[in-house]
């Protein structure tokens, strides 16, 4: 496996989306960057990270050749493959929140950035950007985010766990073929934050609303149980969870 460690990169998703036009690179390589100048999170947001605290990488996987359709099946399994590390460290109070934010109780510690290069109908690449609050101690006027060190009371070596991560994820793809899909799902699923909890949500109008998290679609929509029995599908756009 190939890694490029860089002092610093503007994003480090952008670096690796950049390699992938001017080479061939191999399936798995992973950029990583000491310090991100503009680095970027889920619709349009920024991702602020102390330098050399944190990890801030990205992984290509360009072996899946998936149909477009299918493309929130790899977030299912870059959340599942941070899960699994981070259960392995016990992290307390492990949960997914939907679509792909690693949560310890209602704490947030790790986002995830999935871009697509498309071919046609089929992902020819995707660029999967981590960025997991390691060892920083202080998220100034940032409400509901944390770091390992502050969850478990000790520093972690940054290499070590981007290689258990990016190992994880190689296992969970490798088993692609063999193990069913739906198990996977279901396993997201089990691991889905406020799953079955009544909760409340906002829509674009900034209207409130009550229901309970039940699962994902196969385009990867939230599913939500609504007043009267009612099960409706929402996008990331559409639906925002208060807590
Ligand atoms: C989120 O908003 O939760 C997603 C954050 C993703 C941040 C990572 S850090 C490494 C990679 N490079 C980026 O610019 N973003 C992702």
Redesign the pocket.
């Known amino acids: 496996m190939q890694i490029i460690k860089l002092s610093a990169t503007d994003?480090?998703?952008?670096y690796l989306k950049d390699l992938i036009f001017q080479n061939k690179i191999e399936d798995f390589t992973v950029v990583m960057a000491h310090t991100?100048l503009k680095?970027?999170?889920?619709m349009g947001?920024n991702?602020l990270s102390e330098p050399g605290k944190n990890l801030?990488?990205?992984v290509l996987v360009n072996s899946l050749k998936s149909p477009v359709t299918d493309q929130f099946l790899l977030n299912i399994y870059v959340s599942l493959a941070i899960y699994d590390t981070l259960t392995q460290l016990h992290v307390p109070d492990l949960k997914i929140k939907w679509p792909n934010?690693i949560m310890s109780g209602h704490s947030k510690i790790c986002?995830?950035?999935i871009e697509n290069i498309l071919s046609g109908q089929l992902i020819q690449a995707s660029v999967v950007?981590?960025?997991l609050n390691v060892n920083q101690m202080a998220f100034n006027k940032l409400p509901n985010v944390s770091s390992l060190k502050l969850l478990l009371g000790r520093s972690l070596d940054l290499e070590e766990l981007l290689l258990n991560i990016v190992e994880n994820l190689k296992s969970l793809l490798g088993k692609n073929g063999k193990l069913d899909r739906s198990h996977l799902v279901e396993r997201y699923e089990t691991a889905l934050f406020r799953k079955d909890k009544p909760s409340t949500f906002t829509n674009p109008d900034d209207e409130m609303f009550m229901g309970f998290i039940k699962g994902v679609s196969d385009s990867g929509k939230l599913k939500i149980l609504l007043e009267d029995n009612i099960l409706k599908e929402f996008n990331l756009k559409e639906v925002k969870l208060l807590y």
């Open positions: 994003s480090t998703n952008a991100q680095g970027r999170g889920q947001t991702w801030t990488f990205s934010d986002g995830i950035l950007g981590i960025g």
